[in-house]
């Protein structure tokens, strides 16, 4: 859905500390346009925490993509990211793993002076039209491989929910532009790889795919990296995208017919290759109608396009 939902907030300290954990987390989150930054604000505000009340003090911000943000807070360097991230920054998170190991869960671990504080974990539930937009996908003959930036545990979890074998998950995007070009290099002569992606750490993998596709629910960047931006914020999108295209060019291919037919049948007429045998002679008129016979075909074979854009959104298992 795009929608995180914090569903646990693990402290080390009292009911206080979690209430200024809240206000620094979500002031630092503030600068952030990632889905789970706006889930921290709004869990926040839930809890009755002012979000922005520390907003004046934040400085210094620096934002890694595919690891998390930091900044400075009141004099306070505040971290929240994913583990790690904070572990190569020499954070030490020993002391709430075992607490983390079993949660199924997106986390982002909320360090302050480089001292684990909290962690959050989210849930965020599949849209009822992916598995419909999965189907149709494996139907046309495609292999789905999911690449994410999230956990194992979570990526496992939802690749096994939409039947999609091969999963890469804790993927920054460096790596994620590395597994991709893998897979292209992997690819059949004449094989072409799309990648769909919503996210600023989507945009480097969106840019190097032979197609990129972007969500318009998602980020500026993702959208100016891609080829093709879907105005639905859901995958029906791309299976009406590869279907359209595939309709384009089989209309492409068809159209050089009508362009030349009428044409190749009056030619031989008009070079009087009948006339010694039966008189027959082309008349300019009918060379004037075979000629517009000719665009009229062209114009309406590609206004069949219409009939199959309707097609693809009224079938009976549609999107």
Known sequence: ????????????????????????????ESFSEHPLAKAIREYAQQQGVDINSQNEHV????????????????????????????????????????ICASLDKTTVWIAVDEQIQAVMAFADALKPSTFLAVDQLRQMGLDLVILSGDNEKTTARIAQSLGIRRYFASLSPQRKMAKLREIRQSQPRGGKVAMVGDGINDAPSLALADVGIALATGTEVAMAASDITLTRGDLTGVVFAIKLSQATMENVRQNPFFAYAYNLI????????FYPSWGILLNPMIAGAAMTLSSISVVTNALRLRRVAADIFCCPNAY
Do not use: H, Y
């Not at 569903?7 to 630092?28: C, D, P, S």
């Not at 934002?63 to 920054?89: E, F, H, M, R, Y």
């Open 59 to 98: 400085s210094q911000i620096q934002v890694t993509p595919g690891g998390g943000i930091q900044a400075v807070v009141g004099g306070k360097l505040v971290q929240l990211g994913n583990k790690q991230w904070l572990q190569s920054l020499g954070v030490d998170t020993t002391q709430v793993e075992n």
């Open 266 to 273: 009056a030619i031989p007429v008009a070079a009087g290759v």
């Open 1 to 28: 859905m795009g929608k995180p939902v914090c569903t646990n907030f693990i402290t080390l300290r009292g009911t206080e500390t979690e209430r200024q954990i809240l206000e620094v987390a979500a002031a630092v």
